[in-house]
């Protein structure tokens, strides 16, 4: 007899055969036809399932409790399916002759085919990356192309087209609705018998001495030193989902109590059943049956009849742990998490193996089929929170409730393999998205906007965009992009979005950098990009606005520069929010960790980045003797002389914390205004889930000063409706309420060309420009520190100390062996400079 850990995942198990003997023994003699009808039922079934796990659904139930099951099978019958048939009689014959039934089609062959298609295309290709596969999707993604744009156009009005469309309402809705309604009838009835039938075992300790252990499924169970024979040592062995006891040196092959999803059962009498998602969601609750639906009245039969010795973990225990580990409002907690918990209850001590938190490429330490790895990727990033749940395994570890078996619990970083052409498109496509989304916001109208709006209007202003803003995208593809083809006043509107789009910020981009840049090249790529924008405007415009092609191509172009920057903007307010409800909880936001200085001399040094610190004397010596130093953001200690190499605080953006343990870190601006909280995860988008989980780090001591300090600061200096202080005024403010005085240096408030004393990058220069013309008000700025200055509570560095004009020399020593220390190159002397210098090329010259 085989083990039940060794079935393969989704298989029937032996118990269901021993339960319903006539109906295995009807199935193992069928005729052809029966056979056909079998196949068809589960062809149908994984259907039914597979549209509901890659549309709206499974994660509308996420939101669901598991006790609501009657509530929504009522709800189903009585409102879904009059709906769909309604679709069936009226709507969707009416899609033949409807002046938008093209753009409705574009629509739900997008649901229903397109976004799965590249959901799922995109995470089996990043895990399995094999030619086949590759070059299956993209066939499938060159059909549906093909279908978008050819096909749907040639279908849509005639009657073969009608009668596709309710073949296919019938296959996405009305086929997931049903097995909806199957696996609900089935959940009621089981909620009803797990009442009835309480669980009648026990898992508590044997003894004072008793031990217990839970072993996850993930790669670290076969790293390191093998650790079967102390697993078995323990009273307690809990185990997952479709484990392996093989190798048994590595994994043992003890198990007292299998956390499954009750399709399965074990076959032995020593291991015991729990089922700890089962009351998590409406979604889990389902989940039970599927996607063998075709099993359903088994798999339900099986548990009913073992209820007594399946233990279905309560919905108020999930609840509870949900609240403990901080999950998001649609996310529960793991399987793992849940034993853990159930465990920590009745024991002191607890002992884990096999877990590291979805970290790594490979999910488990067995081969993963492809239908695991979709799920695995909704587990890790849509129903549960892996660094939520790490940082509260964390405090366990802390307090000594649990520990690790092996003595380094570090997740396994499986090899991977090399990567296909379509990984690194994938790869590269994601960052340019999320690049373009930036910058089409930047200069746009999204992020001035965003200085209207204070940082804690976070969530009222993510329900806007997704209930107000997103419903109205929506009906611009819909209706008014096609619309604008055969509009009298189509050319105008063309020529204002290409000029709100690329006109505008290409003239305002240029005139910035060439501003400060004066390179040929960049003067020739700006000149050459504005003679094409132009030419567009004039000749392409006029050509493309009455066809097809321009219809398509305006749609593209309101998704990449509309759609892109909404979706961006989305992205990041709810890792705003989720950053937010961190600081609330743990009142980052009002301890200010400053402390006073003991010397009022020599006490707090507030270093900016102008130019002027590495013009005129050299104070790096003066500025090491400070008791407190202050840096921001991306300052630069390379010429020691000039910057010196002290640092107490580094008031940053938060995208990249000090490394030093010696070095504390403030983000100054977060809260200034909704731009601000956004910009933390910006441009780096596909990062905001890192940078959001090292701000929630435990080992992160970052303080959030608080709004209300920074609108009481704004009042002091006088900004205007739309700007907010610099960071350097706030660390002034901040120090100053906790010192008497202050010394300032690195200051210059925007007057001169450079703004920085370091090289500054293209996208440093833009937003330069904005802070000093748009976010913030530099004269405004130097009259408070003026006036501060007459109070006797600021000076400047330059002002306090004498000339030293005796060791210059050893300071540019000391900036050269610098400068050659970290293997900097001399710049190239320019080619061209030095042949009309000479007036005629000449071999010295060449």
């Not at 039914?48 to 609501?68: D, E, M, N, Q, T």
């Not at 399709?263 to 609750?285: E, G, I, M």
């Not at 690790?404 to 590269?428: G, Q």
């Amino acid at each position: 007899s085989v083990s039940w850990g060794q079935h393969p995942w989704g298989a029937t198990s032996d118990v269901v055969r021993a339960i319903n003997p006539k109906r295995c023994a009807w199935r193992s003699e069928q005729s052809p036809a029966m056979e056909f009808l079998a196949a068809l039922q589960r062809f149908l079934c994984r259907s039914s399932f597979y549209v509901s796990l890659l549309g709206l659904k499974i994660p509308l139930g996420l939101v669901v409790r598991a006790s609501r099951a009657r509530e929504a099978l009522c709800l189903i019958l009585l409102l879904v399916v009059p709906f769909n048939l309604y679709c069936h009689i009226s709507l969707l014959p009416a899609l033949r002759f409807a002046e938008n039934g093209q753009a409705i089609w574009q629509v739900l062959i997008a649901l229903w085919i397109t976004i799965p298609l590249i959901v799922v295309g995109t995470v089996i290709m990043s895990r399995a990356r094999s030619t086949g596969l590759c070059s299956a999707f993209g066939m499938a993604a060159l059909a549906v192309v093909i279908t978008h744009w050819l096909a749907v156009p040639v279908i849509q009005p005639t009657m073969l087209g009608s009668g596709l469309m309710h073949l296919l309402f019938a296959f996405f809705e009305d086929g997931s609705t049903l097995g909806w309604i199957w696996c609900l009838y089935h959940v009621v009835k089981l909620h009803r018998c797990s009442k009835e039938k309480p669980y009648r075992h026990s898992i508590k300790p044997k003894g004072p001495n008793g031990k217990a252990i839970i072993i996850g499924n993930a790669p670290s169970v076969l790293a390191g030193e093998p650790k079967g024979a102390e697993v078995d040592s323990f009273d307690h062995v809990v185990r997952f989902n479709g484990y392996r006891v093989e190798p048994a040196e590595y994994t043992g092959s003890k198990v007292t109590l299998h956390f499954c999803n009750g399709r399965q059962l074990p076959n032995s009498d020593a291991v015991k059943a729990a089922l700890p998602l089962f009351n998590a969601s409406l979604t889990h609750a389902v989940y039970l049956f599927m996607p063998h639906m075709e099993d359903t009245r088994d798999t339900c039969h099986n548990l009913m009849a073992n209820m007594e010795d399946v233990w279905v973990v309560e919905e108020d225990r999930i609840l509870e742990l949900r609240k403990k580990i901080c999950c998001n409002f649609w996310q529960v907690p793991s399987s793992g998490m849940v034993a853990i918990d159930a465990f920590l209850s009745e024991y002191r001590h607890l002992s884990i193996h096999g877990f590291s938190f979805f970290e790594g490429t490979k999910m488990h330490y067995f081969e993963e089929t492809p239908l695991q790895l979709v799920t695995s990727w909704l587990e890790r990033f849509v129903t549960h929170d892996p660094p939520s749940e790490k940082r509260w395994v964390s405090s366990l570890i802390e307090t000594n409730r649990v520990s690790f078996l092996s003595p380094s619990p570090a997740p396994v970083v499986v090899d991977r393999p090399s990567a296909t052409t379509a990984s690194n498109i994938m790869e590269s496509v994601v960052p340019f998205l999320c690049r373009a989304s930036f910058y089409v916001s930047l200069l746009g109208l999204k992020i001035p906007a965003g200085l209207l709006f204070r940082a804690s209007h976070a969530k009222p202003a993510m329900r806007l965009l997704i209930f107000v803003w997103c419903p109205f995208l929506a009906y611009c593809h819909m209706s008014l992009v096609p619309s604008v083809r055969e509009s009298g006043s189509g050319l105008a509107v063309w020529h204002t979005l290409i000029a709100m789009w690329i006109t505008l910020p290409l003239l305002t981009v240029g005139s910035v950098i060439l501003g400060h840049v004066r390179a040929r090249s960049t003067l020739l790529f700006f000149f050459s990009a504005f003679i094409a924008v132009i030419s567009f405007h004039l000749v392409a415009v006029p050509r493309l606005q009455p066809t097809m092609l321009g219809s398509v191509m305006l749609q593209a172009l309101f998704a990449f520069f509309e759609d892109g920057a909404t979706a961006g903007w989305l992205w990041c307010l709810y890792h705003v929010t989720k950053l937010q409800d961190h600081v609330a909880k743990n009142k980052l936001a009002g301890q200010c960790p400053i402390e006073p200085a003991s010397s009022t001399e020599d006490g707090v040094l507030i270093v900016g980045n102008a130019p002027t610190v590495v013009t005129g004397q050299r104070l790096g010596v003066d500025i090491d003797k400070f008791q407190e130093v202050i840096r921001f953001n991306g300052f630069q200690i390379d010429m020691p002389s000039y910057t010196g190499s002290k640092v107490s605080y580094h008031f940053c953006n938060g995208r990249k914390l000090p490394e030093s343990k010696t070095v504390r870190a403030a983000l100054p601006i977060f809260n200034a205004s909704l731009t601000h909280a956004v910009y933390l995860f910006m441009p780096h988008m596909e990062d905001a889930r890192t940078t959001c989980d090292n701000l929630m780090s435990c080992k992160a001591s970052v303080w959030f000063v608080e709004e209300e300090r920074l609108l009481a600061l704004r009042k002091k200096i006088g900004c205007r409706l739309w700007q907010i202080p610099s960071s350097g005024m706030v660390a002034i403010d901040s120090f100053l309420s906790k010192n008497s005085s202050v010394v300032l240096h690195g200051f210059n408030f925007f007057q001169s060309g450079a703004i920085h004393y370091f090289k500054e990058t293209p996208l440093e220069l833009v937003t330069s420009w904005l802070e000093r013309f748009v976010t913030h008000n530099p004269a405004q700025e130097k009259r408070w520190v003026q006036t501060l200055m007459q109070d006797g509570r600021a000076t400047f560095l330059a002002d306090r100390c004498p000339d030293r004009a005796g060791s210059e020399e050893e300071g540019q020593k000391k900036d050269k062996a610098k400068v050659a220390e970290d293997g900097e190159l001399r710049r190239r002397p320019n080619l061209l400079r030095a042949l009309l210098k000479d007036g005629l090329p000449s071999q010295f010259s060449i």
